[in-house]
């Protein structure tokens, strides 16, 4: 069974960093692309940045230049790299992972950025 497996959240304060790590297991081949989402409080979850099995990349206007995202195909992971955090950045961050036309979930973990 497919599972994915966030960590790496907790609170910072303005301006500092987090690397989150989710841990993909349950594919034989792989993912296609993987991404991470968030919803923070009172709005719709978006998407916050996505990586194809390639290792191209996209990511939400809001988190350029300060968010990095990678993989480790070999280990069947994907990572966050978040500096420069802000209050706005506050979410449950979700992982995700796609193989077409299927795509699955993990459970979220927060991130709360405050003084």
């Known amino acids: 069974q497919v599972q994915l497996v966030e960590s790496g959240g907790g609170l910072v304060q303005p301006g500092g960093s987090l690397r989150l790590s989710c841990a993909a297991s349950?594919?034989?081949?792989?993912?296609?692309?993987m991404g991470w989402y968030r919803q923070g409080p009172g709005l719709q979850r978006e998407l916050v940045a996505g990586i194809t099995g390639t290792g191209s990349t996209n990511y939400a206007d809001s988190v350029k230049g300060r968010f990095t995202i990678s993989r480790d195909n070999a280990k069947n992971t994907v990572y966050l790299q978040m500096n420069s955090l802000k209050p706005e950045d506050t979410a449950v961050y979700y992982c995700?992972?796609?193989?077409?036309?299927?795509?699955?979930w993990g459970k979220g973990t927060l991130v709360t950025v405050s003084s």
């Open positions: 995700n992972a796609q193989l077409f036309p299927r795509e699955f």
């Open positions: 349950g594919s034989a081949f792989g993912f296609d692309t």
